[in-house]
């Protein structure tokens, strides 16, 4: 399995507060990427990274913000969490060439707010 | 905006049949195509890549054709077995930038 390390497993957590998910990766991948799972709506990206310091926004990236100050590290902030983002957020990674294209999933992270 | 559509949405079969799931995408201009395989709870699991100048892969009992013109890719399991029951889903990177567009998937579900 590829190295990649999804922190928290589960959150619960209250309307308004801030939350910060967390993507480790140990295979120097230049990609890195936020999707959220729901039902009815599959996986949609949120954010993406294509370096250290160097993000860009996806499909559904109002709500959210995101950091990569190290290679290996890509964390997810809810500057105040809403109902609306409860869902499973998955981080990937990809080496970006040929066969180091495939994208390669964490564990993913169940987030609730009540 | 590509959009990707997964035909049949779940689909039941009998241990040992062959069986092949469907993936239609909009937008032919593609970079890449990929299957990939999610257990209930669990993260995705990539099972084939192919690249646009690529007809096919293979891997195994899996079998994944691209036919980019008419927007088509097919994934074919041979002889399948109660271990391959789990969601099966297609993803198109386009060539306009880094961006994986994901199929709703197909449930899978082999009987023993």
Not at chain 1, 86 to 102: M, N, P, R
């Amino acid at each position: 399995d590829a190295g990649i390390t999804q922190s928290p497993r589960h959150k619960v957590t209250e309307t308004g507060t801030p939350v910060t998910l967390r993507c480790h990766q140990t295979e120097n991948h230049r990609y890195m990427y936020w999707y959220r799972q729901d039902p009815g709506h599959g996986l949609r990206l949120i954010h993406y990274s294509y370096g250290v310091k160097d993000t860009d926004k996806g499909e559904v990236s109002d709500g959210y913000s995101v950091s990569r100050s190290k290679t290996e590290d890509f964390l997810l902030t809810l500057e105040s969490a809403t109902s609306s983002q409860t869902s499973v957020y998955f981080c990937a990674i990809s080496g970006g060439a040929g066969d180091h294209e495939k994208l390669f999933f964490g564990s993913g992270t169940q987030l609730s707010v009540l | 905006k590509q959009e990707v559509t997964q035909i049949p949405a779940a689909l039941s079969v009998p241990e040992g049949e062959n069986l092949v799931l469907n993936c239609s995408f909009t937008d032919s201009a593609i970079y890449n195509l990929q299957w990939f395989r999610q257990d209930p709870g669990k993260g995705l699991t990539s099972l084939l890549l192919i690249q646009s100048s690529q007809r096919e892969q293979t891997s195994g009992r899996l079998n994944a054709s691209l036919d980019k013109s008419s927007g088509r890719s097919t994934l074919y399991i041979a002889a399948s077995q109660p271990g391959d029951s789990a969601t099966y889903l297609c993803a198109v990177r386009d060539n306009y930038g880094q961006n994986f567009v994901f199929g709703p998937g197909t449930r899978l579900s082999v009987l023993p």
